[in-house]
């Protein structure tokens, strides 16, 4: 499985939607807020929402950050946390305040802060899967980017229907930037460049 997976990622890609992102949290910030990252790769996107998070709404805040992936290999990656010093897609400024730098046999590498490891959890899943009950309590905001462009439609609208089921009403999913679900407009609406709102 791990062999036919495309692993394709960077810290910030499709960068406005962490701007979106910004706004979202703001609007949650009073209560304790569910994320799943449903495509964690090798674990760019979930420490990009991580850091989003505590530059929103700082180190304390109330959130979680479920993150999985089908490919065992690049979750063990994430897990680690541990980067080459020049990774696309981190300003200055994130190098300095999110990360720690590598000295001796780690010259060259960066690894995250505990501040930012403490918000995600990694775990195995694959959205073919019919236990979606396992995910736990409902989610406030799903990114699901760049992985329905895989399947065909019949098997987008089922995986749709069973993200649809695991988050909270009026709560947001963030694709990527070729998906497009109008179509199941009794699921989700359109509410922002790739972002859509539960239905």
């Not at 950050?65 to 490919?71: E, Y």
């Not at 999913?173 to 699921?187: A, I, P, Q």
Request: contains cysteine; charged residues 25%.
């Amino acid at each position: 499985m791990n062999c036919l997976t495309t692993n394709l990622t960077a810290f910030f890609r499709e960068e406005h939607h962490f701007h979106a992102l910004v706004e979202d949290l703001r609007a949650r910030a009073s209560k304790p807020i569910r994320i799943w990252c449903n495509a964690a790769s090798t674990g760019e996107e979930p420490y990009s929402l991580a850091m989003t998070v505590v530059e929103t709404l700082g180190t304390s805040a109330q959130a979680k950050i479920l993150c999985s992936d089908i490919d065992t290999k690049v979750l063990a990656t994430a897990s680690r946390g541990v980067y080459t010093a020049d990774a696309r897609g981190l300003s200055p400024e994130r190098l300095k305040r999110h990360f720690m730098r590598g000295t001796a046999k780690n010259e060259g590498f960066i690894r995250v802060k505990p501040e930012l490891s403490r918000l995600v959890e990694f775990r195995t899943f694959n959205l073919m899967s019919t236990s979606w009950s396992a995910l736990g309590d409902p989610f406030d905001i799903v990114f699901c980017r760049n992985v329905m462009i895989y399947f065909d439609n019949p098997t987008q609208r089922k995986v749709l229907e069973r993200t649809h089921a695991a988050m909270k009403p009026g709560g947001l999913l963030y694709v990527g930037h070729s998906e497009n679900f109008t179509d199941s407009r009794d699921l989700f609406r359109l509410r922002g460049k790739t972002i859509y709102e539960r239905v």
